[in-house]
T-cell receptor, first 115, second 119 residues
Framework: AQKVTQAQTEISVVEKEDVTLDCVYE???????LFWYKQPPSGELVFLIR??????QNEISGRYSWNFQKSTSSFNFTITASQVVDSAVYFC????????????FGQGTRLTINP | DTEVTQTPKHLVMGMTNKKSLKCEQH?????MYWYKQKAKKPPELMFV???????INESVPSRFSPECPNSSLLNLHLHALQPEDSALYLC??????????????????FGEGSRLTVL
């Protein structure tokens, strides 16, 4: 069985602070994919990143960075110099199904960036 | 702007009504999905279509009936719903990784959702 845990239900920080969203996963599959999605108030889930289980390189995209550590089954997401527009619910998700994807989502972390 | 379009954005219906949610994508994706999301919860998978065939049904009640008329369209027909079915219904599409030739990136692209209220 697969499971994704996002222990932080809500985070509130002041603009320009750095913030890290935690994600811990469980799977028995040797091949799997991890994702982060952002859900702003409009409702759409916006894809941020996909990482496969063979690639433990950290990734940086602008103010966003991701730290994948297979040894601790974690895939954490850091926003540097946060902005009000970063306010949203962020979901970490896991997929191990080849072919059509079957995403298992974490419960989500509601991030509020205050001006 | 999302490349997955869902209509209507909002729908209010009675328990005896019949209505449909529609989803359209023009990215050439061959897998399409319906997810249900209740307030403050993560999305839950309902159905997956792969190459226009139903490949996953997550034990969804028969009052929800999916249909995939072609590779770009996905419908969800609603009949005799209950108030607890009120939720945000999200459509998504993806490149099926088993598609012949080119391997897709695999991530799902979501629409903005249809917010359904059942009275």
């Amino acid at each position: 069985a697969q499971k994704v845990t996002q222990a932080q239900t809500e985070i509130s920080v002041v603009e320009k602070e750095d913030v890290t969203l935690d994600c811990v996963y469980e799977t028995r599959d040797t091949t799997y994919y991890l994702f982060w999605y952002k859900q702003p108030p409009s409702g759409e889930l916006v894809f941020l990143i996909r990482r496969n289980s063979f690639d433990e390189q950290n990734e940086i995209s602008g103010r966003y960075s991701w730290n994948f550590q297979k040894s601790t089954s974690s895939f954490n997401f850091t926003i540097t110099a946060s902005q009000v527009v970063d306010s949203a619910v962020y979901f970490c998700a896991l997929s191990a199904y080849q072919g059509a994807q079957k995403l298992v989502f974490g419960q989500g972390t509601r991030l509020t960036i205050n001006p | 702007d999302t490349e997955v379009t869902q209509t209507p954005k909002h729908l209010v219906m009675g328990m005896t009504n019949k209505k449909s949610l529609k989803c359209e994508q023009h990215m050439g994706h061959r897998a399409m999905y319906w997810y249900k999301q209740k307030a403050k919860k993560p999305p839950e998978l309902m159905f997956v279509y792969s190459y226009e065939k139903l490949s996953i049904n997550e034990s969804v009640p028969s009052r929800f009936s999916p249909e995939c008329p072609n590779s770009s369209l996905l419908n969800l027909h609603l009949h005799a719903l209950q108030p607890e079915d009120s939720a945000l219904y999200l459509c998504a599409s993806s490149q099926d990784r088993t598609s012949g030739g080119r391997r897709g990136t695999g991530e799902l692209f979501f629409g903005e959702g249809s917010r359904l209220t059942v009275l």
